[in-house]
């Protein structure tokens, strides 16, 4: 399973940038995908996540951040407006896998990550 990331840029604080994750390969079932990131010299945090219909945000991220899955194309993006500078990170996909029915247990893919620089 390959993830694919896109949209990562530079914005100024207040701005907003939209970023876009599509997986690949040998998928049979798609539990939940979302996004993680990492800022210099911090350990790697969740941003969001989706499955089962339900999403969860960071508390640093609620109200600012939205999340959305098309399951049929196997992607998810994360619009994220209001940017501010310590929003700045390496942004990371993830998607947990499942193999078929009594053939394993799911596994958690990663993206190649997008860097999100806010500037003040």
């Given at each position: 399973?390959?993830?694919?990331?896109?949209?990562?840029?530079?914005?100024?604080?207040?701005?907003?940038?939209?970023?876009?994750?599509?997986?690949?390969?040998?998928?049979?079932?798609?539990?939940?995908?979302?996004?993680?990131?990492?800022?210099?010299?911090?350990?790697?945090?969740?941003?969001?996540?989706?499955?089962?219909?339900?999403?969860?945000?960071?508390?640093?991220?609620?109200?600012?951040?939205?999340?959305?899955?098309?399951?049929?194309?196997?992607?998810?993006?994360?619009?994220?407006?209001?940017l501010r500078p310590d929003?700045?990170?390496?942004?990371y996909c993830t998607a947990?896998?499942?193999?078929?029915?009594?053939?394993?247990?799911?596994?958690?893919?990663?993206?190649?990550?997008?860097?999100?620089?806010?500037?003040?």
């Open positions: 399973v390959q993830l694919q990331a896109s949209g990562g840029g530079l914005v100024q604080a207040g701005g907003s940038l939209r970023l876009s994750c599509a997986a690949s390969g040998n998928i049979f079932r798609i539990n939940q995908m979302g996004w993680y990131r990492q800022a210099p010299g911090k350990q790697r945090e969740l941003v969001a996540v989706m499955g089962g219909g339900n999403a969860y945000y960071a508390d640093s991220v609620k109200g600012r951040f939205t999340i959305s899955r098309d399951n049929a194309k196997d992607t998810v993006d994360l619009q994220m407006n209001s929003d700045t990170a390496v942004y947990e896998v499942s193999p078929p029915y009594g053939s394993g247990s799911a596994q958690t893919y990663w993206g190649q990550g997008t860097l999100v620089t806010v500037s003040s």
